[in-house]
């Protein structure tokens, strides 16, 4: 379900950025839609953590754009980010052990009532949250240590929505999970989706590509190396695009194809 005529949420325009002598990104252009999966893919050192520390605000641009709903925006901090509308969920996770579900849920955007926490507002606000999700977890109450990997995932991908944002970056979502609790995040990952948010998707993961993105976006050295609907293309096209294999039986067909064209 891509919606390409729309704008795009979020459109990156030749984003470069380095770290002294190090070019980080060059000249990289993505496009994320409403109701849409991208995941971001590429080697370690390929410019995706960058790439997501430009897009949250962590590392300003150097040059390029980036859009906002078809309009330039400058996103600069992490809160230009946030105001947006763009919620990053990182690897770590940063989840409080000892809170419980709810706590953490609105940990430095808690709900108060006259200068006091309003405790009743806060727990029917994250039911509703992880109702509308299909989050399910024993209790909101109980301590997040007591959680699996799985439900400590969608608990923070769950904080990630509270401002309610149309963008949501998750960091290697399924990195540490068996089977079971990584089918728990991709069903999530299924749900924002259809709940009309324009999700990023970074992972090292082919089986997570397949099973929810829409198109899968290539980083290699810092810049583009190609962008595929995953439906329509090949597992060893979308490998060697990362790998940066590009004299292959997939390529060679494309040149053939492409100087028949010219040819016409």
Known sequence: MIHVSATPVLALRGVSKRFGAVQALTDVDLEIHAGEVVALLGDNGAGKSTLVKTISGVHPIDEGTIEWQGRPVRVTRPNDAQELGIATVYQDLALCDNLDVVANLFLGTELRRASVLDEIAMEKRAKELLDTLSIRIPSVRIPVASLSGGQRQVVAIARALIGDPKIVILDEPTAALGVEQTAQVLDLVERLRENGHGVI?????????RAVADRAAILRLGRNNGVFDVKDTSHEEIIAAITGA??????????????????K
């Open 246 to 263: 590009t004299d292959n039986a997939v390529t060679r067909r494309q040149a053939r194809t492409a100087s028949k064209e010219d040819a």
């Open 201 to 209: 998707l970074i992972t090292h993961n082919m089986a997570d590509v």
